[in-house]
């Protein structure tokens, strides 16, 4: 079966980027596919979160996710703490990946910062972490922005050096073709890559310290307008042409935020507002972020509100997925040569 899975951190500051790039999208897999998404919160703390905040962010992002139109009943809606087999693939993974692939990885380069010898072992080890969530349900799929390719790509050599390494022991537990499949990213639509409204060469982060780079989940509808009004441009008119978009940053984001939110294409959008100025294409963005996010951020609100229903929901996702990936890893142990109670 074709099998979906995709995460998001609850490190705060949930923002358009991790809408436009993934959870807008996890919707739209669900009439495909199966799909387990996951609140991934022993990937928050590789960056040390404060322990009130880091509850109270699993729940928003479950809310977000659920405001959204993720179905908790027809799909599964977790937190990744409450299913041990991730950490426990995990394991096997750090002893299948090597220093080399990891020392590679450019998020690590990022969030590491300066003094590498400080960053914790966990934000070293990462990928490995996020190749055991995807492969721990055997996942053929997984909707991610941009920024997460290189680790899908990290996630798919491990599968494929597990699946190498172990070989005979794999045919021997009666597995043909290999245990794990080589998970495809998919990086699809118009907003991919969501940069800062700031700094067109910058990713729209959770973690940017000025607040106008980003819309948060959580903004108002005020506050949003006058975040795009501020939004950093260029002086030039919007081009008519895509080609025009080449070598401007910031108003090929702008474009690109307004497709995905419209379901349209670039082109599409140009063919509207090129040649216009940028202050009427932004009070037009601002109106479809308003229309688009408001709904969300209110049923949010909404549903935070009742802490104990989210919790429930967590709670009975975890089950539900813990069903799925027990067994998985059962026979991982089988195929590692591990004992275990049968
Ligand atoms: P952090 O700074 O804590 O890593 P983040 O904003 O990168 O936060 P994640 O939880 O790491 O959020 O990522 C969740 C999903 O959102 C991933 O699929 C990621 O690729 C996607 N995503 C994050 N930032 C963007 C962005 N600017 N544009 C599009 N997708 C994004
Ligand atoms: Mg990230």
């Known amino acids: 079966v074709e099998r979906v899975f995709s995460g998001v951190q609850p490190t705060g500051n949930l923002h358009l980027g991790n809408y436009l790039g993934a959870i807008q999208r ?36 479950t809310a977000a996710f659920l405001a959204a139109g ?16 991730h950490a426990e693939l995990a394991w096997v993974f750090n002893c299948v990946a090597r220093m080399g692939w990891l020392n590679r990885m ?14 914790s072992v966990g934000l070293f080890a990462y990928p490995t972490l996020m190749a055991a969530d995807i492969l721990v349900y055997r996942a053929t799929h997984v909707p991610v922005g941009e920024d997460q390719k290189q680790h899908l790509e990290l996630a798919r050599d491990i599968a494929a050096k597990f699946n190498n390494d172990f070989g005979d022991s794999i045919a021997a537990n009666g597995f043909n073709g290999g245990f794990f499949p080589l998970p495809e990213p998919l990086i699809q639509g118009a907003a991919t890559r969501v940069m800062s409204l700031r ?54 984001n702008l474009v690109s935020i307004f497709a995905a939110l419209a379901g349209r294409t670039v082109a599409e959008v140009l063919a509207e ?33 009742d802490p104990g229903h989210i919790d ?31």
């Open 26 to 61: 996890f919707v739209e897999m669900q009439k495909s596919h199966q799909c387990i998404y996951c609140v991934v919160d022993q990937h928050a703390i590789t960056l040390w979160q404060d322990p009130k905040s880091l509850a109270s962010a699993i729940r928003e992002v």
């Open 273 to 305: 507002f090129g040649g216009g100025q940028f202050s009427t294409f932004k009070t037009a963005l601002a109106d479809l972020t308003v229309a688009k996010i408001s709904p969300i951020t209110a049923e949010m609100k909404r549903l935070m509100a």
């Open 199 to 252: 700094d067109g060469s910058k990713k729209m982060s959770k973690s940017d310290p000025s607040d106008l780079s980003r819309i948060n989940m959580t903004d108002d509808a005020d506050t949003i307008a006058a975040k795009i009004r501020k939004a950093r441009t260029d002086p030039e008119p919007l081009p008519s042409e895509e080609e025009g978009l080449k070598g401007r940053p910031e108003a090929d």
């Open 70 to 85: 993720i179905d908790p009943k027809a799909h599964i809606v977790f937190n990744q703490s409450q299913v041990a087999e």
């Open 312 to 342: 429930a929901v967590l709670a009975e996702g975890s089950d539900r997925a813990r069903a799925i990936a027990a067994p998985i890893m059962a026979s991982v142990k089988d195929i590692v040569g591990f004992i275990r109670a049968k």
């Open 106 to 119: 450019t998020q690590f380069k990022e969030k590491a910062g300066k003094d590498k010898e400080a960053a």
